[in-house]
Every structure is written in structure tokens, then in C-alpha cells.
């Protein structure tokens, strides 16, 4: 297998991603309340470290078209992502997989993060996946407003540039996956703060 390969996402990880989205054999519902659910993952041992949330939102007001597109606008994220600090597109990787940089606000005591990640995406009929690499979950309250609050958005702001739909406007350079690895959720275990002063600490 190529290095490059290995990188993307091919179409075994989407439907193991879509499978872990639908299961619900080794999860425990730890919240349901107003159309909201949240999940977590029994561990395989009481030595596995990593545990694994997915959260589950129910909207009947907006289409899952137009909460793909939310997702996907950068531009339009700075409108409504509370937590976000700086949020921009690096390169391209594929016509439908590129990396990006992303920081956001953390509470107290935790110190702010940031990351790189590879996102990779696929629209089959009408499902919409977005897979992404070292990134947190999305702000669900405000990613809802968001959506609502789309379409009025975009008709003033470049209505027809979409590339995550057409790959064809993207103007970001090319860069090869061979370039990049994934970063690995054990290698996140022991994070260490003692090195961040507080100036770093928002206001």
C-alpha cells in the first residue's frame, strides 16, 4: 500500500465511519434531551485509554444539504463558531480531501489548541460525510443556528463558489499526501500544559 493511500481516506474508512455513526452495540446514550443525543464507546479494556464520543443531532428545519454546506464555508464559520480563533485552508490533496489549520478557546484550566487536520469528504445521493483527522466536534447549538441562518448568508457572499462541491473552483496549491502523517489519538494521552505560561491564557 502506498503511503499515499494509506493517508486518504478510501471508501472502506467511509463505510467504517458510517457504521461507528449508526451503531449503537457498545455504546452507552448518555444524553437525550430536545432532539440531542450523545454516545460513548465501551471500552475494549479498562486499559484502553481512548474513548470515543459521537453525538447525534436531530434538525427538521434545515436540510442536510445546506448543514454539509456550513460545515464546509470557512468564511462562514467565522460568523457563527463561538470558539474558533483562527480557522484557514493550507492545500489541496484531492478533489475532495485537503488540510487546514484550525485553533479554538478552551475552558479554563485547559490552555487553547490548535491543529492541523486532513478532511476528507462524500456525497452519495442524500447522505453527507466529512471525516476529519485531530478535530474537535462541532459547537451543536450554534452549528444549528448556523444552518438556519445559511442560505441569507450565501446569497451575499459569493452564492455560486462551493468547492466542496466543485472541485474544479478550488484555487488552493496541490500538495502531496506523502507529505503528511496522521497523528494518532495515543500519542494525545498525556498532554502536557507546564510549558504554556499564562500569557497564554485568553482574557
Request: proline share 6%.
Amino acid at each position: 500500500m502506498s503511503v499515499r493511500s494509506s493517508i486518504l481516506p478510501d471508501e472502506a474508512l467511509f463505510a467504517d465511519f458510517r457504521k461507528q455513526c449508526l451503531a449503537t452495540d457498545n455504546w452507552i446514550n448518555k444524553y437525550d434531551h430536545n432532539g440531542m443525543q450523545v454516545w460513548v464507546e465501551v471500552p475494549a479494556s479498562k486499559k484502553h485509554k481512548i474513548h470515543k464520543i459521537k453525538c447525534k443531532m436531530t434538525i427538521k428545519d434545515v436540510s442536510a444539504a445546506t448543514m454539509y454546506d456550513v460545515l464546509h464555508d470557512s468564511q462562514y464559520r467565522k460568523e457563527w463558531d463561538p470558539a474558533m480563533l483562527e480557522s484557514y485552508d493550507i492545500a489541496r490533496l484531492s478533489p475532495n480531501a485537503d488540510v487546514g489549520y484550525y485553533s479554538w478557546l478552551c475552558p479554563k484550566p485547559i490552555k487553547n489548541r490548535d491543529v492541523v487536520s486532513l478532511r476528507s469528504w462524500q456525497v452519495m445521493d442524500d447522505e453527507y460525510i466529512i471525516i476529519n483527522f485531530s478535530v474537535k466536534h462541532p459547537v451543536m447549538k450554534s452549528v444549528h443556528k448556523a444552518g438556519q441562518n445559511y442560505p441569507a448568508w450565501k446569497q451575499q457572499n459569493s452564492p455560486d463558489q462551493k468547492p466542496w462541491l466543485y472541485p474544479e473552483q478550488n484555487t488552493l496549491p496541490m500538495m502531496d499526501a506523502a507529505e503528511l502523517s496522521i497523528q494518532r489519538a495515543d500519542s494525545l494521552e498525556n498532554v502536557d500544559e507546564s510549558s504554556k505560561g499564562d500569557s497564554d491564557d485568553s482574557s
